[in-house]
């Protein structure tokens, strides 16, 4: 039997008083950085600095922010309890729940498992929703072949939206591609209702309004039950963003009261619409976007 040695929480800093027995061939460790970024790669530079760390008092420890103060403690343990690493992640939970609508998943997917072998992290558990394929599953696909080794370029990814979306499959890819550039991703450590400013919502406003069309005739054009429904959650993606976009945008104008009247809708829209979106998507996670809007907003 193996055993597996989690690296989470205070656990981030390696013991200096107990020495780890890894001499029986049975113990492995397992990184959960746990408050690391989603808006940078988990070995990106960019995301935190190269200052030392210090250790903290007992039971004082503040969860890191950034993605380097997580290598740092991942460094400090690897040289101090040689033996195999592998890593839990939560691609499909922190951002799943908080900020789907900004973060480039799969880029940073990519850029994470493409530096799993210089991290020296054997292998990824990911912790994460068992619905995940809102708007699309293209992302989750993604990660099962990259973690196998079968990199997944332009024509792999074109073929996935063909088998999903069917003969429209570009409207529908273009959409999704274009949307994190758009709406001005990736952010670091703030979820996109925080960092955008007028002028941004009021570009994501319009770039959606222009978005209706075209994707409402690739909905009609799907042929088979399989790219309806892969249509109808895109759509309402598209719908659920342009609610939110547009409550953000009333908040910046100064009209508070309209910004959570609009946020109200939007829950009796998702709910109302939860058969159509309990396949890809649990209405609970949706629900906490809106939530997470509206307190922010009622605390201003
Ligand atoms: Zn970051």
Redesign the pocket.
């Known amino acids: 039997m193996k055993l597996a040695l989690i690296i989470y929480h205070d656990l981030l800093w390696p013991p200096e008083q107990v020495k780890v027995d890894f001499s029986r061939g049975n113990l492995l460790v397992m990184f959960a950085p746990i408050s690391r ?4 790669g988990l070995a ?1 530079v ?3 600095d190269d200052r030392p760390l210090t250790r903290p008092s007992f039971n004082q420890f503040p969860l890191p922010d ?2 380097m103060d997580h290598i740092k403690l991942l460094k400090l343990w690897q040289s101090a309890c040689p033996g195999e690493y592998f890593l839990f992640d939560y691609h499909f939970m922190w951002q799943w729940y908080q900020d789907l609508m900004s973060v480039r998943l799969e880029e940073v997917l990519t850029a994470d498992i493409d530096s799993y072998a210089q991290l020296g992290l054997d292998g990824l558990v990911n912790c994460g929703s068992e619905r995940v394929f809102y708007p699309t599953g293209w992302p989750y696909y993604l990660m099962a072949r990259h973690l196998w080794g079968e990199r997944q370029g332009p024509e792999q990814k074109a073929r996935y939206f063909q088998l999903a979306f069917g003969e429209q499959s570009e409207v529908a890819q273009r959409f999704t591609d274009q949307f994190a550039q758009v709406t001005g991703s ?1 952010i ?2 703030h979820p996109w209702w925080e960092a955008a400013d007028i002028q941004r919502a009021n570009q994501v406003v319009e770039w959606l309004a222009q978005h209706q069309e075209p994707l409402e005739a690739g909905a009609q054009a799907a042929k088979s039950p399989t790219q309806q429904r892969a249509w109808r959650v895109l759509l309402h993606y598209h719908r659920l963003a342009i609610d939110l976009w547009t409550a953000v945008q009333a908040k910046l104008r100064g009209e508070k009261q309209q910004a959570l009247e609009q946020l109200e809708q939007t829950q009796k829209f998702l709910q109302e619409a939860e058969k159509d979106t309990a396949p890809a998507i649990d209405t609970l996670v949706l629900l906490g976007w809106v939530g997470a809007i509206r307190d922010a907003f009622q605390k201003q």
Do not use: I, K, L
């Not at 970024?37 to 940078?40: E, I, N, R, T």
């Open positions: 970024c989603y808006g940078h990106d960019e995301c935190g950034n993605n990736p670091h450590a």
